[in-house]
């Protein structure tokens, strides 16, 4: 299915499915020594955002006390629908599908990861052309993109000034183009697009044309942002990326997890 010859040493190796680091607590095993990769960014007072975005708070509203029996520990969050790892939905710019209209058979699946890390900020539709993507639903790119933190943070939790695309302090944009957009959109089957940078959008220029062809246009193109891939390399894996069930929602902050698939293809 695949170039071999663009493909060799992004595709794992037969048996290679447990190579991130045992000890991570990024890694999860079911039970049956297969091991999930968690890829979500952890939400906190660190978590990287768009600037002018609202910043990930949590505070007590009661706490539990060890001398009273009838105590109980419960907290207020507060949060933009686009903190951390997130789902972008058409409504997102003017679609009438909100998150809580995502196909749970989408979200759950083989997903064919591109390690594109070694390439430039820019993801062009000539990059994503080098590979065979005939029968992929699910894409995942890993880029120049890295946040600071193992628990994929940046050390001031605020992006850079730029708005969309900017990443935080301890990470480097990264950015699909618009051919690219059109190249999913035009070229493959993909319906849910993934990123490990804060936004598929540069952030620079006018208007925010990567994400209206992919969310705008018929079918819609699911947009997953700030993944961190760190601990993945290139190949083929079950994903499981699930929304909270917000209805009419732009967005919403997912629970992302990768497992590595023996069996090479959808």
């Not at 040493?9 to 968690?38: F, K, M, Y």
């Not at 994929?152 to 000034?161: F, L, M, Q, Y």
């Amino acid at each position: 299915m695949f170039d071999r010859g663009v493909l060799d040493g992004l595709v794992l190796p037969s048996g290679a499915g447990n190579r991130a680091d045992p000890g991570s607590s990024a890694v999860r095993n079911d039970g049956d020594g297969e091991a999930w990769i968690d890829v979500s960014v952890a939400l906190g007072p660190a978590t990287p955002c768009y600037e002018g975005d609202p910043v990930f708070r949590m505070e007590p509203v009661s706490r539990w006390i060890a001398t009273e029996p009838k105590s109980y520990s419960l907290s207020r969050i507060e949060m933009g629908t686009h903190s951390g790892t997130h789902l972008d939905a058409p409504a997102h710019f003017g679609g009438a599908l909100g998150v809580d209209a995502a196909p749970v058979s989408l979200l759950m699946g083989p997903a064919l990861l591109l390690d594109l890390s070694a390439d430039s900020d820019r993801i062009s539709g000539t990059a994503l052309a080098r590979f065979d993507l005939r029968g992929v639903t699910r894409l995942l790119i890993k880029t120049v993109a890295q946040p600071n933190g193992r628990d994929g943070t940046s050390s001031d939790g605020v992006g850079r000034a730029g708005g969309p695309g900017s990443a935080g302090s301890g990470s480097s944009a990264a950015f699909l183009t618009e051919d690219a957009a059109r190249y999913l959109r035009g070229e493959t089957d993909v319906r849910l697009v993934g990123i490990d940078a804060l936004s598929v959008e540069s952030g620079q220029g006018s208007g925010f044309p990567v994400h209206h062809i992919l969310l705008r246009e018929e079918p819609p193109i699911w947009i997953l942002e700030t993944l961190d891939l760190r601990l993945a390399v290139g190949g083929w894996y079950d994903l499981v990326a699930l929304p909270l069930k917000i209805s009419g929602a732009d967005a919403s902050p997912a629970r992302a997890l990768l497992r590595y698939r023996i069996w090479h293809g959808p």
